[in-house]
């Protein structure tokens, strides 16, 4: 499996993680969640839910309000606590 736009793809021989990482900046800011392949029955699992909550927390982003050009301490709360639902 190959890594897509904000989403890579960790697999090692003798990592204690295999799994994805989905990394997403705006406005300064940015957002890092991992999705393990154990909790998540596989890499194929593991890919779904990943991309599930990147367009989900696209779309908080995209839909946030900008203070300054940064995003809003309320939005971040935000996308931190979505992203802590995984």
């Known amino acids: ?6 989403l ?8 204690a993680f295999e799994g994805w990482r989905l990394c997403i ?16 029955d596989g890499p194929v699992g593991s890919l779904k839910v990943a991309e599930e909550a990147l367009e989900e927390l696209k779309a908080i982003l995209v839909a946030s309000k900008r203070v ?13 606590k979505f992203l802590a639902k995984y």
């Open 68 to 80: 300054n050009g940064k995003l809003s301490a309320t939005t971040i709360k935000k996308a931190e």
């Open 8 to 15: 890579t793809r960790f697999t090692y021989e003798n990592a």
């Open 1 to 6: 499996m190959k890594s897509k736009k904000n």
């Open 25 to 40: 900046s705006r406005a300064g800011t940015t957002f890092t969640k991992y999705f393990p392949d154990k909790k998540y």
